[in-house]
């Protein structure tokens, strides 16, 4: 808002939809809280002001609305004497209707700094009969604000001093859900016709009848109502359900929707299959509700329903099981509680194992937990969250400035003129230096620079695409002598201001030098060629799997491409022939690539598709490969598909749930990779002496021996384990006195871990029930294996297997577990072995001596 660029239209209205999670426990709770909403706002960017814009809200709500002069109620800022004599004067609003309201609720800001103003919000009042004296506007149950006018006429400085803007604009926004509350007089926006289908079809799933329903019932449908016509939309609009950014807000809606399904009692679809899904069913009502005025959510509908039924049947299958883990994780909360006489509370690796492993939402477990009266170490949330992050964590090149006087710099420096399109070389001027982010006047042989140049040829990572590689070389003219920088890599921020990376090879380079920037025509020739595969591999990805398949990014390399790719299920193998036999063939038609600038308008209107989240100017650029694929892209291309040469794909697999990744080669690196392969494939026959079609025969008869031959070590491990074992049944001791119980501990030297299992099975047998047997071993260097087996009758005492070994395997360095009667470990301090063994003798004697005493 502030005037650093010029305006492109004087004002604009607009309807956005909008989600918002940030307060979901609220939903189903008040009248008005929503994940998803749709914001109506009309907009003036230097045009109109605060008079104009006060009296069209007045006007839309009393004349076009119809709604009651004598129930609507205003706040203006404090301080905002002008808002208040225009809405008295002016608008004709009685003083007393005309709240003034401090910072925290009427004055906007974009951020610490950064235009902001005063705001004036409008009220609806649901019970005039309650008097105009000591009113409160934040009273829910009589006030609702439905209407917001932002004056922004200020610009907060560092300082926090307000400084006037020239350009005064205004932003408004009015909320579509609770217009049609008031519009159509019901108690909440649930009830309007936007949402209330919805909850109506979920009480017929659930035989409920939402009217007579208590409280909890009624909030749980409520939520249903809401959530579902955020799921539908963010699925139309290509957000899939994962663990990370967009991607677990969808999936968090999800399975907040389906466990509250659960808890109202919905059992299948509706249709008679009890193990079917129903949230489809309910998206059939949102779509429905969408149609007239949104076309693309019912064209989606097949992608919206397939995905939806995917997540909720997967979400149930760990549903169950979370359940029945969280109930006795919050139980021996509650017992700790009691015996340490300290407030109940979930660790936070605890939290985190519901969440990782079960698929439970945080927000999910601690609704359940203060159901219960138990809180959660959220910290410890947070940092095992962190801790998974660090380790899978990609690294991501990005442009850092290491000083203020590095931003200063930028902000002297003007836009970077991109010529590459048209030439790879091309005559610049040196606008700016920076070493390890700090602004420098001169750059010396040796160091490494960034470059900062008024024009350039290098194309600047972005769309996927790397950066271009090359030189900058500065003649030798005037009173300097020859320099060189070798570019490795150019990225641009702050703008459209390229960063040319790289070491001064020669000489020394200076602000204000004009230098000839040579861009690498073989890297660059590969880098075109990857992109232009890209977009066959999208086109051949959606008329072999599916239009709704979507980009979800990608790589251009010099050496290969990356594409990720929404989709549910792995490609097979005749489907991944498929693709690259379509890109084959359109690379051998030799079609010519057309590439234009069109208003934004017009390039959707034409079917160019665009990357999904991504912000496009009116002015863009659209990539067509003639009958086969149209973009938005301003990435480097091809002139003709006949350069890409050939197309392989190297590897299909799956990166997140719903997300799929191909790697490809093309050009010069398909051809790199068939040389290689046919390499690879001459030094196996050679070793295999067979011919090449003759390979996979020979190679499965190899595994077959192989086979074979390990199972007889397997077998023959097996006998010596348990010939061992015979020689030690013997060292086993009898414990308890109301009833005996057999126990032996013992450590089988180097016995490997199915050997080792196969003793335990003799030795459990051969002491007969009740017996309880543990086993050690060290099978390899820095290897422990640990065996326990419980007969029946010491599981009957309330031992269990799977959790004696832990702490055991523990000592050793590792971790394990299993059923109550058997449970494997390993570890990886083999010089622990005898002492773990020594404590699991000494644990379990005191354990039955109790039990059975």
Known sequence: MLPEVPREVPRATTSQRCIRTNDIEN???????????????????GDYFKKEAIKWAWELSTIEFGLPADRLWISIYEDDDEAFAIWQDEVGVPAKRIKRLGEDDNFWSSGVTGPCGPCSEIYYDFHPERGESNVDLGDDTRFIEFYNLVFMQYNKKDDGSLESLKQRNIDTGLGLERVARILQKVPNNYETDLIFPIIEKASELANVSYAVADDCTQRYLKTIGDHMRAIVYLISDGVIPSNIGRGYVVRRLIRRAVRMGRLLGIKGDGLGDIEGAFLPVLAERVIQLSTHIDSDVKNRAARIFEELKREELRFVQ???????????????????????GTAPCLSGKDAFLLYDTFGFPVEITKEVADGRGVGIDMNGFDAEMENQKRQSQAAHNVIKLGVENGADLTEKVPDTEFVGYDTLCANAVIEGLLVNGNPVIQVSEGNEVEVLLNRSPFYAESGGQIGDHGILYVSNAGNHQKAAVEINDVQKSLGNIFFHKGTVTQGVIEVGFEVEAAVDAKLRQRAKVHHTATHLLQAALKQVLGEETSQAGSLVAFDRLRFDFNFHRPVTDDELMEIEGLINRWISDSTLLETKVMPLTDAKRAGAIAMFGEKYADQVRVVEVPGVSMELCGGTHVNNTSELRGFRIISEQGIASGIRRIEAVAG???????????????????????????VTTRVEALLEELRAARNEVSAANAKAAIFKASTITCKALSVGTSREIRVLVESMDDVDGDALRSAADYLLDALQDPAAVFLGSRPGEGKVSLIAAFSPGVVELGLQAGKFIGPVAKMCGGGGGGRPNFAQAGGRKPENLLGALEKARQDLIAIISEKAG
């Open 27 to 45: 939903v189903g709770q008040t009248s008005r809280h929503h994940t998803f909403f749709e914001m109506l706002g009309n907009f003036s960017f």
């Open 318 to 340: 760990t549903l169950e099981r979370g359940e029945k883990l969280l109930e006795q994780i919050l139980a021996e909360a509650l017992l700790d509680s009691e015996k340490s």
């Open 668 to 694: 010069d690196a398909f051809i790199e990779h068939i040389l290689a392969r046919d390499n690879y494939m001459k030094q196996l026959c050679s070793t295999l002496k067979v011919k090449a079609e003759d």
